[in-house]
């Protein structure tokens, strides 16, 4: 029989136990159990051969990078996809980070809320993942709430509603987790290789959850083949959307709002290309609703995800956008982007947004900018094996 070594949160949980004499009860062995890598995934994975997340090929006009203390390596890549799939972060072992992170929909959900344990919802709506590396925002959540990706990651897992390892209400706490794991034959393995041991930690987690989520990149879109031709593969409808995207709109104040009579529409001022990202100081859009309450509002969502992928090879959108899953098809994003009424009590919006605006879009306009908006879609991140579930044979 093998044995592993034990969690530090039961190592912490021994010392407040010692017996009435002051001596403390022996160690307890944890017996390991299950199934080995090999056993586990198959060929799905191979440690002696673990494919490349480390190396990936980066365009050399994408400048940001935000893994900073964290470099990905293979090795924390592969732990990392595999905690991301398996259903035993769940408390009750039925869902895993996947669920509500799909691959089929840019690592997003096609719901207004994701599903949690036993009946729980997310509070917002699914952020699609892609690209998370390459962005000057470290903060996560779209309340930015996390400080990094790294303590986001196991965040959901300790929310009682999404994957339940609160300690509310008879449910076990993360603590209960790091147990759970250490006995698991694969873990031993994929810790081990990781990091030289096999203890399973939260911040070892976080870690290996954080790389495997950077790694997840796309770069491979019509966009891409034409930043260094001057986008000569673009059709007219969308170059004269990039014009759009890339231009500053001219207005002139009527009332209480700037109407747009001439230029672009702007987008690029929050976001930035090549990346599509947003500024750490990005207010809000002025899109302040809350998913299933009408008349509530959230102030908060200041933060966005990258707009590569934003629709699938297709041209279908990935799921609902913005937080509150308020807008389905190309058509209401830029309605609702292309208009935005003052609203005094939203002192969290981007100042470039302020008090209100009306660009007057017209028809073919906003064909245009749908035009452009779907050349950032790559293809290859739906299908990849590296990004792919690992438990599925």
């Known amino acids: 029989m093998r044995y592993s070594n034990i969690t530090l949160a039961f190592l912490l949980m021994l010392l407040s136990c010692s017996d009435d004499n002051g001596d403390e009860p022996p160690a307890p062995i944890i017996t390991v159990e299950g199934k080995t890598v090999e056993e586990q995934f198959g060929g ?40 991301f799939y398996d259903k035993n972060l ?17 690592f997003s959900d096609t719901a207004k809320l994701s599903k949690g344990v036993e009946g729980g919802v997310t509070g917002r709506h699914a952020m699609r993942l892609i690209n998370a590396r390459f962005g000057e925002e470290q903060k996560f959540f779209w309340d930015e709430r996390a400080g ?19 300690g509310q209400e008879g449910r076990p706490g993360f603590a209960g987790l790091l147990i759970k794991l250490q006995k698991i034959r694969y873990y031993n393995e994929l810790f081990k290789l990781a990091f030289g041991d096999s203890v399973v930690t939260e911040n070892r987690m976080q870690q290996a959850l954080a790389q495997f989520v950077r790694s ?60 599509f990202d947003i500024l ?3 207010g809000n859009n002025g899109v302040v609703g809350v998913a299933n309450k009408p ?22 959108l990935n799921g609902p956008l913005m937080h509150d899953a308020s807008i389905t098809s190309f058509e209401e994003l830029i309605a609702t982007v292309g208009k935005l009424d003052p609203n005094p009590a939203n002192i969290n919006l981007e100042p470039v947004l302020s008090p209100g605006f009306d660009l007057l879009i017209t028809d ?20 990849d094996e590296r990004w792919s579930d690992p438990f599925e044979p």
């Open 44 to 83: 799905r994975i191979d440690i002696n051969n673990l494919p490349n997340y480390a190396n990936q090929e980066v365009p050399d006009y994408i400048e940001k990078d935000n893994s900073g203390f964290n470099p990905i390596t293979d090795e924390g890549a592969i732990l990392g996809r595999v905690l």
């Open 295 to 316: 008349g509530e509002s959230d102030f908060n969502v200041t933060r966005a995800p990258s707009l590569r992928n934003i629709a699938n090879p297709a041209g279908n």
């Open 364 to 383: 073919q306009e906003k064909t245009d900018i749908i035009a452009f908006l779907k050349t950032l879609s790559g293809n290859a991140v739906y299908t």
């Open 216 to 275: 997840i990149q796309s770069f491979d879109s019509k966009y891409d083949e034409g930043y260094n031709q001057f986008f000569a593969n673009f059709s007219a409808e969308e170059k004269r959307g990039l014009n759009l995207f890339s231009t500053l709109p001219q207005t002139q104040k009527v009332g209480e709002i700037n109407v747009r009579i001439g230029g672009g529409v702007g987008c690029f001022s929050c976001h930035r290309p090549p990346e």
């Open 148 to 166: 990094n990706l790294e303590s986001q990651t196991s965040m959901p897992i300790k929310d009682h509603a999404e994957l339940g390892y609160s």
């Open 280 to 282: 750490p100081t990005t």
């Open 90 to 106: 769940s408390f009750n072992n039925s869902l895993s980070c996947s669920s509500c992170h799909q691959q089929k929909f840019a």
